[in-house]
T-cell receptor, first 115, second 112 residues
Framework: DAGVIQSPRHEVTEMGQEVTLRCKPI?????LFWYRQTMMRGLELLIY????????DSGMPEDRFSAKMPNASFSTLKIQPSEPRDSAVYFC?????????????FGDGTRLSIL | KQEVTQIPAALSVPEGENLVLNCSFT??????LQWFRQDPGKGLTSLLL?????REQTSGRLNASLDKSSGRSTLYIAASQPGDSATYLC???????????FGSGTQLTVLP
């Protein structure tokens, strides 16, 4: 089975540019999560979706961040305009809710550098 | 707000040793707790998930325990190998919000 697929793996761009990160969850999973990892703050949940609907976006740091899930197999996280402090590794994860909670499966992440 | 602490922050052991990684959390109202490993430059790999009704979960050389009432979990690694070198993260799932809260991790180095 293919795991969670994120693209691009690395992104380097200049401050002020728009950045779009992409995620394809595992087929059949009904939850999708976006996380950010930095040395200072560790792993933080930004937003999560259930059946393509955003449930909690309280972790999104600012209005410059937005996320969408137009269908069950695709999600985007957009930063516009980007700033140097947005530099981090962004992870997407997905899971399936059966009778019991199932593990979250993570992609390999997008390493974002804003110059 | 859930807070997660992992001790020790770093650990270096010779190959073959048994070891214990500790995790504590402040809010005991959790649905489950996951242990992950993260290799440098990689994503997280789920190792074990313990449901709140369970006290233990085992996979190969790994055994995770959960004491929900005291807000503690441990990950026991038997007969450690150099390939076990990674950062280990615990993450309780605060079910009402369906959120994982991560500790800062324990960086494990197993010396050959």
């Amino acid at each position: 089975d293919a795991g969670v697929i994120q693209s691009p793996r690395h992104e380097v761009t200049e401050m002020g540019q728009e950045v779009t990160l992409r995620c394809k969850p595992i087929s059949g999973h009904d939850y999708l999560f976006w996380y950010r990892q930095t040395m200072m703050r560790g792993l933080e949940l930004l937003i999560y979706f259930n059946n393509n609907v955003p449930i909690d976006d309280s972790g999104m740091p600012e209005d410059r961040f937005s996320a969408k899930m137009p269908n069950a197999s695709f999600s985007t996280l957009k930063i516009q305009p980007s700033e140097p402090r947005d530099s981090a590794v962004y992870f997407c994860a997905s899971s399936f809710t059966g009778q019991q909670h199932q593990p979250q499966h993570f992609g390999d992440g997008t390493r974002l550098s804003i110059l | 707000k859930q807070e997660v602490t992992q001790i020790p922050a770093a650990l270096s052991v010779p190959e073959g040793e048994n070891l214990v990684l500790n995790c504590s959390f402040t809010d005991s109202a959790i649905y489950n707790l996951q242990w992950f490993r993260q290799d440098p430059g990689k994503g997280l790999t789920s190792l074990l998930l313990i449901q709140s009704s369970q006290r233990e979960q085992t996979s190969g050389r790994l055994n995770a325990s959960l004491d929900k009432s005291s807000g503690r979990s441990t990950l026991y690694i038997a007969a450690s190998q150099p390939g076990d070198s990674a950062t280990y993260l615990c993450a309780p799932d605060s079910g009402s919000a369906r959120q994982l809260t991560f500790g800062s991790g324990t960086q494990l180095t197993v010396l050959p």
